[in-house]
């Protein structure tokens, strides 16, 4: 008998919103002060309260996560190559290129899909500058193994922490770890500001060169010093990100036990693969990967065979960067076969704090059918 379709659809994620009335609320003090733009009120607000809940002691807002990543490698004058992985959304690699540098692509590590540390340092040469590495899925990267071979060959280590908003490794905030991380605070992640970004850095001589660089280089009413992008957040936003602070821990406890829900339905079965969970890594749930290898059915009739009954789920990370049709000939996918064979398997399921754990029943339901 054909299952009935989930109606309506199931779409891989959905945005957290905070009750509507305490938003408009928000928005009142906009309106009298007309100020909605060019770090207000609330967007000094939101910062203190990020850096806070980040644990970091220095923090920058931007407009998106995108433009955070592309000012921050700006920021850090690099040149040359920088190492990173091509397991990741374009925005990482981009980043890099629109920078000038030359991306050097690293294979990833088949049980967390992070940058595999154990290959890293055959990829550093002299002209290296710089390792962007990507936690990927809330999984958080050997950070350890990173400094320390960046730290020995004195290369500059930029996070791309777009998965792990308020993780923490051995009790310390993700921001911590290496000269600097960059937060996504777009409408699909665990955290969201509508649209939005962060940049969280050690050195503190950073903060007035990321300011100038996200303010056209505008140091003064009369003052342009240097050549600068349009990457602020507005108040709209960061109103949105205060109100969505308040509710993201039980967001995330939400998550939780829909991915316990999903580990107890797939775990053990052949042909499923489940990376892992570090005990030392406090996790935010961010997303539900899941690799079919060897499963009776391929990752890629599996999602039309959810498609089909209402439930959409996306294959991400595929392709892989090093395959785009935007960097063809430049980069050899058969360099880096562990994401390659990863990017060809991998589905991530359904997965936000609004899902309700009967749906996570049926998606499994139809993953592990029989064929009739």
Not at 3 to 28: A, F, G, H, N, Q
Not at 328 to 345: L, N, Y
Request: charge should be negative.
């Amino acid at each position: 008998m054909k299952e009935k379709r989930i109606d309506p659809p199931v779409m891989v994620t959905r945005s957290s919103l905070p009750p509507l009335e305490d938003y408009v609320e928000m928005l009142k003090p906009l309106w009298e002060s007309a100020w909605l733009t060019n770090m207000g009120e609330y967007h000094k607000q939101f910062a203190a309260q990020l850096k806070e809940y980040l644990h970091t002691p220095n923090l920058e807002l931007f407009v998106n996560g995108h433009m955070a990543l592309e000012l921050v490698i700006q920021a850090m004058n690099l040149s040359g190559e920088v190492i990173t992985t091509p397991f990741s959304f374009a925005s990482t690699t981009h980043a890099i290129v629109r920078n000038g540098l030359t991306p050097v692509f690293g294979d990833i590590n088949p049980v967390d899909y992070t940058l595999d540390a154990d290959r890293l340092e055959d990829l550093i040469t002299e002209k290296t500058s710089a390792i962007v590495p990507v936690h990927v899925y809330g999984h958080i990267c050997d950070v350890e193994r990173i400094g320390e071979i960046a730290d020995r060959h004195h290369l500059k280590v930029i996070y791309d922490a777009a998965h792990t908003f308020g993780e923490e490794y051995n009790g310390i905030g993700i921001g911590r770890f290496g000269d600097a991380s960059m937060f996504s605070f777009h409408a699909t992640k665990v955290f969201h500001s509508i649209e939005g970004g962060a940049v969280a850095f050690r050195d503190a001589s950073l903060a007035p060169v990321l300011y100038e660089l996200k303010n056209f280089g505008i140091t003064g009413s009369e003052s342009v010093e240097s050549v600068g992008a349009n990457g602020k957040m507005n108040e709209f936003q960061a109103a949105m990100g205060i109100l969505n602070l308040r509710y993201v821990e039980d967001g995330i406890e939400k998550r939780r036990n829909l991915v316990r829900r999903y580990r107890e339905r797939l775990s053990g079965v052949p042909g499923i693969r489940l990376s892992p969970e570090n005990p030392k890594v406090r996790y935010n749930y961010a997303y539900m990967p899941v690799v079919f290898d060897g499963y009776r059915k391929s990752r890629d009739r599996i999602f039309a065979e959810l498609a089909e009954h209402g439930v959409h789920a996306r294959k991400y990370f595929y392709p892989c960067i090093n395959s785009y049709d935007c960097y063809k000939d430049q980069f050899d996918a058969e360099q880096t076969p562990v994401a390659a064979r990863i990017s060809g398997q991998v589905l991530t399921l359904p997965l936000y704090a609004g899902l309700d754990p009967e749906t996570v029943d049926l998606i499994c339901d139809l993953i592990l059918r029989q064929d009739s």
